[in-house]
């Protein structure tokens, strides 16, 4: 399986930067690593992804670990509206049960975000 | 505002009751998925369409009958549900199956509860 553990909880105040982290040991050469996160009644919203270099956009950011079995989302000011469920995913680029490539939702880490 | 339209929002049915969940994308994509989620848990694969062929089913159980009558849209069908069938269904679109690079767009769901 290509799991990724991510702690269960983590707390931010309002305006401060949050880093996310994400363990994926098992993860192979060609699997991307992808962050999605869903608010409260809604369905999960993409957050970002990368494969080996660091990305950027209006969002957030991804540092991927050179080795990379590991990565951390950082949201550079918190605010209200990021408390949310935030999920680490890797897509297996090879076959894998029958999922190719498709979006296997861990635990995830619920961010509250404090004013 | 999501790309992705689930209807209804809400749904509340008896054990006999026949009903039928409905999605929309306009993004041109060629794979739609369904997924299921129970509350305070993350969302589960039900079904994969990949050109509006039935790709993948994840072991559902029959009283779930999914239907891709074009490349916009996607049905859930529902027949003799459960109790525990109550949950939230959400819908994805992505530009392919496989695309491991690329993300899954999400809906808001249908809350769905079974008397």
């Known amino acids: 399986d290509a799991k990724t553990t991510q702690p269960n909880s983590m707390e931010s105040n309002e305006e401060e930067p949050v880093h996310l982290p994400c363990n994926h040991s098992?993860?192979?050469?060609?699997?991307?690593i992808h962050w999605y996160r869903q608010l409260p009644s809604q369905g999960p919203e993409y957050v970002i992804h990368?494969?080996?270099s660091n990305v950027n956009n209006r969002m957030a950011s991804l540092a991927i670990a050179e080795d990379r079995k590991s990565s951390t989302l950082i949201l550079h000011r918190a605010t209200l509206r990021d408390a949310a469920v935030y999920y680490c995913i890797l897509r297996v680029s090879l076959n894998y049960g029958g999922s190719q490539g498709n979006l296997i939702f861990g635990k995830g880490t619920k961010l509250s975000v404090k004013p | 505002d999501t790309e992705v339209t689930q209807t209804p929002k809400h749904l509340v049915m008896g054990m006999t009751n026949k009903k039928s969940l409905k999605c929309e994308q306009h993004m041109g994509h060629r794979a739609m998925y369904w997924y299921k989620q129970k509350a305070k848990k993350p969302p589960e694969l039900m079904f994969v369409?990949?050109?509006?062929?039935?790709?993948i089913n994840e072991s559902v159980p029959s009283r779930f009958s999914p239907e891709c009558p074009n490349s916009s849209l996607l049905n859930l069908h529902l027949h003799a549900l459960q109790p525990e069938d109550s949950a939230l269904y959400l819908c994805?679109?992505?530009?392919?199956?496989?695309?491991?690079?690329?993300?899954?767009?999400f809906g808001d769901g249908t809350r769905l509860s079974i008397l």
């Open positions: 990368g494969l080996t």
């Open positions: 098992t993860i192979s050469g060609t699997d991307y």
């Open positions: 994805a679109s992505s530009q392919g199956e496989g695309q491991t690079n690329q993300p899954q767009h």
């Open positions: 369409y990949s050109y509006e062929k039935l790709s």
